[in-house]
C-alpha cells in the first residue's frame, strides 16, 4: 500500500507539473515522504549493515504536513507556517487564470 501511494503521489506530480499550487505539490511529496518512512519504519533494523542503520538513525524527525487558516492566530511560541507577503505576492503575479 505504502509503494503504490509514493508511486501514485510521483505519477500525479509528473503528469500535472507546472498545474499543481505550490502547496498542492507540497501535498505530494508529503504524501511520498510518509509512505517511505512508513516502509523503513518496519525493516528489521537489527539485521542491517551499521551504515545503513546509521543513515536511518539520521533521518530528520518527520514534520507532517499542516493546513492552516491564514486568518488564524498564531499560540504563543508557536513557528509562523505562513508564507510571506513577498512570496505570495510573486505567486499572485505568475499565475495565470
Known sequence: GALADVVEASDELDTLLGVL???EANFCFDVME???RDMLT???WTLA???DAAI????????P???FDPEDELEEG???PRLDDAYLQALQDL???
Open 21 to 23: 499550487e505550490p502547496l
Open 34 to 36: 510518509r509512505s517511505l
Open 42 to 44: 518496519v525493516l528489521p
Open 49 to 51: 549493515r551499521p551504515d
Open 56 to 63: 536511518y538513525a539520521r533521518l530528520p524527525t518527520y514534520q
Open 65 to 67: 504536513h499542516r493546513v
Open 78 to 80: 508557536e513557528v509562523d
Open 95 to 97: 499565475r495565470i487564470d
